[in-house]
């Protein structure tokens, strides 16, 4: 089963604010490649919740992917900071999954520890110019990080 890791600035959605709410919905996405990685997840398929653009980014828990890949609504809503005025109702290139709690890390994973990790030298997140809010995560790369927990 494939494994994955989604970014969320935590001042906008935090897993904590997962934690509390069990379960929400994964909006905004506005890359091609990181919708295309939203559009073939699965249900019940894992992934670690990563806080970034923060003092102290890393890996900060684990959720689930509860539903497939559908039309992200916030692309059709004027107030929403994702609103595509191109997107409609009938041509809306964005996705969203439904995600559900699963575990807060009593301590980040830093991404300085990720770094130093041998194991996840090739995890796309510490590939130079890397950017992606979403993206796989291999078995091997899964196992190294939750021994890092």
């Not at 906008?12 to 709410?21: G, H, I, Y």
């Not at 919740?49 to 992917?65: E, K, L, M």
């Not at 559900?100 to 300085?112: K, M, P, R, S």
Request: charged share 20%.
């Amino acid at each position: 089963m494939p494994h994955w890791l989604m970014k969320s600035e935590p001042d906008a959605f935090s897993v904590t604010t997962l934690q509390r709410l069990r379960q929400a919905r994964w909006d905004g996405v506005r890359n091609y490649q990181a919708r295309n990685f939203l559009r073939s997840m699965q249900p019940d398929e894992l992934f670690f919740f990563y806080h970034s653009s923060c003092p102290r980014p890393g890996i900060a828990g684990i959720g689930r992917v509860v539903t497939s890949a559908y039309p992200d609504p916030s692309a059709l809503e004027p107030h929403s900071p994702y609103f595509n005025a191109r997107a409609s109702a009938e041509r809306n290139p964005w996705v969203a999954v439904d995600v559900e709690f699963v575990e807060a890390f009593t301590e980040i994973i830093e991404l300085a520890r990720l770094r130093s990790t041998p194991e996840l030298a090739q995890l796309p997140l510490l590939q130079k110019g890397s950017r992606l809010s979403v993206m796989p995560v291999s078995a091997g790369e899964w196992s190294a990080i939750l021994a890092l927990r």
